[in-house]
């Protein structure tokens, strides 16, 4: 007997009236119209399945805060990282245990269970680190934490910089982060990307850098990020986040960037509600959109991501753990309204960070880990367009959150909805 049988499911690739099969915590047959007996069967009525969805990029050591000590008043990302850099003296382990165990709980119930976050190690008492690290491992049974040592003021730029990330590495934080543009000039950031790369290969880390987050079209970190990965035979295992300023770049110069980033199979992090509030703020009009070039980046073969980034921090006051608010956000900001641009939204807050991520076992196939998300939406289009309430979350085969279906309809154009009583 089955542990758990889903009937009746759509999955992301469009397939209809499919069963999976899940037994100890695992897929062990996705067919279509499979019957058999199972301890539960959860009937999905023609409904979205989907593997759950992962944020590539996040900053839970910050989350919850705002306001704290007082809200950006500008809303600009310098006043974000004064603001921090104003709350960090402030900070306590369970403070930043306590926001960041609140921000999973959201973030399971929208059915997210993979999350990459950044963590601050500026401060040679690496708090932030010490306490991401105990929500790690108290959220491992239901959310996989993977963390980021992320030099918030500049590996070589602050004092101790260099060996207060080592030192998180050496703690046991998963991953290598940077900040190459915010070093004091563009050869000390390219500094940094080189010694930061030559430390994740020694180690065997990933990497995962803040590159090129601003609108100055010469900003060239990525460029040194691609060649360092390509140098370091790190290819597929590096990430470039934000990549702002390749929207601003010129398109000459872009056109022999991509095919750079492409041969280091570079991964690529846009952070479509971060980036279309933060970016362009030097601008009169036209105001520029400051994500990096999506579309242009996925044409070429690299895996692309949309992050979350914030939630109600220093930097950004919105926000709610839902990762399909970001490719509603991401679709929107790239003009990626084509049917199949608008899959691609969906694959960005899925597959491709789970591929970003490393993720053992993820996904739909006989064999993956028994994770997935049932969503009241009948295609991946219709989830994003709906950011469709997910009606049950299943981590390991059992389920972990779940929500009442709402009034809104999935009714096509033209036909009469649940509103047909305004008429009457
Ligand atoms: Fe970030």
């Known amino acids: 007997m089955l542990d758990l049988l889903v009937t009746h499911a759509t999955l992301p690739d469009g397939r209809s009236d499919v069963s999976i099969a899940v037994q ?25 399945v989907s593997p759950p969805f992962v944020d590539a990029h996040f900053h839970m050591d910050s989350t919850l805060s705002y306001g704290q000590p007082r809200v950006n008043q500008s809303g600009t990302l310098l006043e974000g990282i004064a603001l921090w850099g104003e709350l960090k003296p402030q900070l306590t382990h369970d ?3 306590q926001r960041a165990l609140t921000y ?8 997210l269970l993979a999350i990459r976050s950044h963590v601050d190690t500026s401060d040679p008492s690496l708090l932030p680190v010490q306490a991401l690290l105990d ?4 959220v491992a049974p239901y959310l996989d934490l993977q963390l980021v040592a992320f030099p918030q003021d500049g590996v070589l730029r602050s004092p101790g910089g260099l060996d207060n990330l080592t030192r998180a590495l050496d703690l046991g934080v998963d991953v290598v982060g940077g900040i190459p543009h915010f070093e004091r000039t563009m050869a000390q950031g390219a500094e940094s990307v080189k010694i930061l790369c030559e430390l994740a290969a020694r180690r065997g880390k990933r990497v995962d850098m803040h590159c090129d987050e601003s ?56 952070n479509p509600l971060i980036n279309i509030t933060l970016q362009g703020r030097h601008d009169t009009y036209p105001k520029r959109r400051g994500m990096t070039r999506v579309p242009e980046l996925m044409a070429a073969g690299l895996t692309v991501a949309f992050g979350h980034d ?23 900001v790239a003009q990626m309204t084509s049917q199949a641009a608008m899959l691609q939204c969906f694959d960005a807050v899925t597959v491709n960070p789970a591929r970003l991520l490393g993720l053992e076992g993820y996904g739909l196939q006989a064999g993956c880990h028994a994770d997935f ?52």
């Open 24 to 48: 100890d915590g695992r897929i062990t047959e996705v067919t279509e119209g499979l019957q058999a007996p199972a301890h539960e069967t959860v009937d999905a009525g023609g409904l979205l």
């Open 95 to 97: 403070a930043i245990v």
């Open 135 to 138: 929500v790690k491992q108290r």
């Open 310 to 332: 914030c939630v109600m921090d220093p930097w950004y006051g919105g926000g709610s753990a839902d990762m399909l608010e970001a490719a509603h956000m991401g679709l929107h």
């Open 215 to 270: 609108d100055d079209p010469l900003s060239r970190h990525v460029e040194t990020l691609a060649h360092e990965t390509h140098r370091l035979g790190l290819h597929g295992r590096v990430a470039g986040s934000h990549l702002t300023s390749m929207h601003s770049m010129d398109n000459y110069y872009v056109s022999k960037l991509i095919p750079l980033m492409a041969e280091a199979q570079l991964g690529v992090v846009a």
């Open 104 to 111: 999973c709980d959201w973030a399971v119930a929208h059915g």
């Open 373 to 424: 998300v049932l969503l009241h939406a009948r295609n991946p289009v219709e989830a994003i367009r709906l950011r469709a309430t997910r009606l049950a979350v299943y981590r390991r085969g059992r389920k972990v959150a779940s929500s009442p279906a709402p009034v809104a309809m999935l009714d096509l154009p033209g036909r009469p909805g649940n509103v047909a009583f305004l008429a009457g």
